[in-house]
């Protein structure tokens, strides 16, 4: 069985890393990937920005911290939202 949340991701050393996608959002107009890594011992999830180009996306990394603080206060209230909804 395929998981269509999980996507394969290579470094700049060109290790694969699989990622679960737990949530996708957008923030001041721009779609961000919010993406878990499976092996990981701890469960810090990773902030990408997604870009399409020609209806593909490609992801890159977040390096600007005004950026970063946003999307992560987003997704942040998309949590609290989702335990209100399931309460």
């Known amino acids: ?13 060109g290790n694969e890393t699989e990622f679960e996608v737990i949530a996708t959002l957008e923030v001041n107009e721009s779609e961000y990937a919010i993406l878990l890594p499976l092996d990981a011992e701890e469960e810090e999830a990773f902030i990408f920005k997604m870009i399409e180009e020609d209806g593909k996306y490609t992801l890159e990394c ?26």
């Open 62 to 87: 977040v390096e600007d911290d005004e950026e970063f603080h946003a999307v992560a206060a987003a997704y942040e209230e998309l949590l609290e939202s989702e335990e209100e909804d399931e309460e």
């Open 1 to 13: 069985m395929e998981n269509d949340n999980i996507i394969t991701l290579l470094d700049e050393n």
